[in-house]
């Protein structure tokens, strides 16, 4: 599996973006798919994720805010940052395949896009 994140860039706080997730090679339709970000000198954390029957997860600093969704039928995934605030600036990385008992941890996830850059300016 082949992932390709996209829709990243420069923002004022309060603003909003969506970034994609386009998958190649296999259909995601039974993936848990989730979104990470990682901040210059942090740790990669979680941001959200769905399963293949559309429940959602979120961490609690997005909850409110971002929206993940899916679209099986176009093998994408997306994520909705509404009301965006500097402490969000981070590259934001697609995943697939993640474990149900796992799916807020990196090493729950099989396969990884190469990110996309989120910029906030206060």
């Known amino acids: 599996v082949q992932l390709q994140a996209s829709g990243g860039g420069l923002v004022q706080a309060g603003g909003s973006l969506r970034l994609s997730c386009a998958a190649s090679?296999?259909?995601?339709?039974?993936?848990?798919m989730g979104w990470f970000r990682q901040a210059p000198g942090k740790e990669r954390e979680f941001v959200a994720a769905?399963?293949?029957?559309?429940?959602?997860y979120y961490s609690d600093s997005v909850e409110g805010r971002f929206t993940i969704s899916r679209d099986n039928s176009k093998n994408m995934v997306y994520l909705q940052m509404n009301s965006l605030k500097p402490e969000d600036t981070a590259v934001y990385y697609c995943?697939?395949?993640?474990?149900?008992?796992?799916?807020?941890?990196?090493?729950?996830?099989?396969?990884w896009g190469q990110g996309t850059q989120v910029t906030v300016s206060s």
């Open positions: 769905i399963t293949w029957r559309g429940s959602t």
């Open positions: 995943a697939a395949d993640g474990s149900p008992y796992t799916l807020v941890t990196t090493e729950g996830y099989e396969y």
């Open positions: 090679g296999r259909t995601l339709s039974t993936y848990i």
